[in-house]
């Protein structure tokens, strides 16, 4: 399997194998920064969180790590918090869905 190949997962999204890299999000006026660990249409984990996140908050969770054209933000609910680390659950909809889906197509095209 690729770094980047979809499965599916046992919470039924489609999740893709990554590498971990760095990415941004939102919690109020404050902007933190994390490495993201895993990614699917549901959610994703992040580690190294330089704010502290607790469980119920609400983030927008920015996906750039290709640059400013290819970008997408969607907001996400903390469903597990840990120190420095922390689950988002997304709220999803199509248009993200299909938007997560181009960008990771584009991540393995440009990172072969």
Known sequence: MSATEP???KRSALRFNIKPRPV?????EATGEATIMNISTGGCSMADTTLGLSLGDR???CLDFLGDE???EIEAVVVRAQENACALQFDITEEFKLKLVKLIALDRRENR
Do not use: D, E, I, Q
């Open 7 to 9: 499965v599916l997962s």
């Open 24 to 28: 941004k999000y939102r919690l109020g």
């Open 59 to 61: 983030v927008v969770f």
């Open 70 to 72: 290819n970008n997408a």
